[in-house]
């Protein structure tokens, strides 16, 4: 008989987690203004707001931080982590920066204009509102089918070649670089194909347009390239990382998700001209270009966690357990993105909670009610989260409106994924009951999700 699949690691060391009352939590909700970021941590049993600075490090990383250079300039921990991205991405410059966001931040302060145009895959938040900030657009350029949850094509991250082409011809002379995010978060965790990258290259290059990649979730990418892409079966994913990376010119990397750590992030590049630009603007806003933010101990356990998760067996654990969820919702008939992503499952809202109406965010209902159903902390990735129109003021309702429940590395066991299967279940069966959702009392202007101020209806 096969052996059944199991983790490719043991645990070492435990975190007690709470359970709750019904009440307790409908109290803390309503404190919380049924915006589940106002939650404490301690409020949340199962917490699947987010994979990112979530996941456990390894005895290996943390042995790591231990020998971290704590120097202000030149660390060894700087060098060390900096060959690492050197030789897995093949980009020469690397600056380090404290997260994700504060990458983009630095980057785009040389790089983005007002009136600019940046075409790209479904930009994630914080990317748009870089780029909104700055009085710029962001041009979504990913394929339609990637709108229709219950498609079940590879690569429904990728971005489409007809309107990425359409936006450079129109707009040439005030596009700064073209931004492919990897894998493409906002879509559902979901893959772009290495046709994809190099034809975006192609396009690209024809209107002489540098790319850029979002790279939070790089090493998920090349798994999905392994195991889906004819031709890369055979391919280690540090070749396919290399050869991924080979058709950009640069990335902003949010270490929290794919390299394992807790906090970090860079900026790495083989243009010298944005290195020299960035540079300064890490200085002012990060630190000096040798720690940008982060500690010596910091930048080895991100150099470590690179290594880690550029290899198959730590990319099949993960993406299997968030298979295995699926798998689960699927006995339920549960609608979600199809197929499943990388990080986390995002369920389609307006599918289930069919009797809300789209102007009482059915996707931020769910989240709710998965809450008060069993302490489970999801996050709405729909029309919050989109944003009003920065011209018109309108609430945006013409992209998915998803629950996403994303899983932490190495965090959960299949024992949770169970419990969270049979809560959505719960909150499923009862559905047609659910007739109201939320209402906004405050928001703010840009990035509302996060503190805006709800009224259950
Ligand atoms: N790009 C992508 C694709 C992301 O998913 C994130 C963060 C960022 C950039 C920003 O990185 O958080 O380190 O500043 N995503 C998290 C999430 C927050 O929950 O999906 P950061």
Redesign the pocket.
């Known amino acids: 008989m096969e052996l059944p699949f199991a983790e490719s690691w043991k645990i070492k060391m435990v975190e007690p987690i709470r359970k709750s009352t019904r009440e307790d939590r409908e109290q803390w909700l309503k404190e919380a203004h049924y915006n589940v970021f106002q939650l404490k941590a301690e409020q949340v049993y199962i917490d699947l707001v ?1 994979d ?1 600075g979530t996941g456990a490090m390894s005895n290996y990383q943390w042995s790591e931080m231990m020998l971290g250079d704590e120097s202000y300039a030149g660390a060894s921990s700087f060098y060390k982590m900096k060959e690492m991205i050197n030789s897995i991405t093949g980009f020469k410059y690397v600056l380090p920066t404290h ?4 990458a983009e931040n630095v980057l785009f302060t040389y790089l983005v204009k007002e009136g600019d145009f940046i075409p790209g895959n479904s930009h ?1 938040d ?2 748009k509102g870089h780029i909104e900030f700055r009085k710029a657009f962001a041009i979504d350029c990913t394929i339609d089918e990637a709108k229709d949850t219950q498609l079940e094509i590879p690569f429904k991250g990728n971005v489409d070649p007809v309107k990425l082409e359409n936006c450079l011809a129109e707009h040439h002379n005030k596009i700064p670089f073209v931004i492919v ?1 990897i894998t493409n ?1 906002t879509a559902g965790g979901q893959p772009v194909s290495m046709e994809n990258l190099r034809e975006v290259r192609k396009i690209a290059k024809k209107y002489n347009k540098p790319v850029l990649f ?1 790279s ?1 979730r790089f090493a998920e990418n090349a798994y999905f390239i392994k195991i889906r892409e004819a031709g890369y079966a055979d391919k280690s994913i540090k070749e396919i990382c290399r050869e991924m990376f080979s058709y950009a010119d640069g990335m902003t990397m ?1 270490a ?2 794919d390299a394992l750590v807790n906090m970090g ?1 860079f900026i790495a590049t083989n243009i010298e001209d944005w290195y020299e630009h960035a540079k300064i603007f890490t200085i002012i806003n990060e630190g000096y270009i040798t720690y940008g933010g982060l500690s010596g101990r910091d930048m080895n356990a991100l150099a470590v966690g690179l290594d880690e998760n550029t290899e198959f067996e730590s990319l099949e654990t993960r993406i299997k357990q968030v298979e295995y969820l699926a798998k689960r919702l699927d006995e339920f008939g549960i609608p979600y993105q199809r197929p499943v992503g990388g990080h986390a499952i995002f369920v389609d809202a307006p599918k289930v909670l069919t009797h809300v109406p789209k102007e009482e965010f059915p996707a931020q209902t769910l989240t709710v009610e998965l809450y008060l159903e069993a302490g489970i902390r999801g996050v709405e990735i729909g029309y919050l989260l989109a944003d009003r129109d920065p011209v018109t003021k309108e609430n945006r309702f013409g992209g998915l409106d998803l629950l996403r429940l ?1 899983i932490p590395r190495r965090v959960y066991t299949n024992n949770h994924m169970d419990v969270i299967a049979v809560a959505l279940k719960n909150v499923f069966d009862r559905r047609k009951s659910i007739t109201r959702g939320v209402e906004i009392e405050w928001e703010a202007p840009i990035m509302r999700h996060f503190t805006v101020k709800l009224k259950r209806l």
Do not use: L
């Open positions: 987010t990112s997260q994700g966001r504060a994630f914080t990317t995010t978060n979002d939070a949010s929290k998700k992030g994303a």
